[in-house]
């Protein structure tokens, strides 16, 4: 494995890499796994009966009038600016 780096448009490795001149590779960003992964997952009969009794366990989120109405300006603002982005995206198109 070769750890590298994406600077200006180019992968740096980041260190001495010994690989035959025209050696092809394949090439994907490193990420941060969180839970569990597909492979991890307990889809036995009783893997999934202990999920749903921890998800029936959950209390539902109360939010008071005053959290309600913030949240209700940020939904607004993701909407208007996804509105607004989306526009300028399908004028670059054209230009």
Not at 21 to 35: F, H, K, M, N, Q
């Amino acid at each position: 494995m070769i750890l590298a780096t994406w600077k200006n448009g180019q992968i740096v490795p980041d260190g001495l890499v010994d690989l035959p001149e025209g050696c092809r590779l394949a090439v994907e960003p490193e990420s941060e796994t969180i839970g569990v992964t597909e492979e991890e997952w307990d889809n036995s009969p009783e893997g999934i009966a202990a999920w749903l009794e921890w998800y029936r366990s959950l209390e539902p989120l109360i939010f008071t009038p005053e959290e309600e109405a913030d949240i209700a300006q940020w939904r607004q603002k993701v909407k208007d600016y996804t509105i607004a982005s989306m526009h300028k995206g399908i004028e670059d198109l054209w230009e």
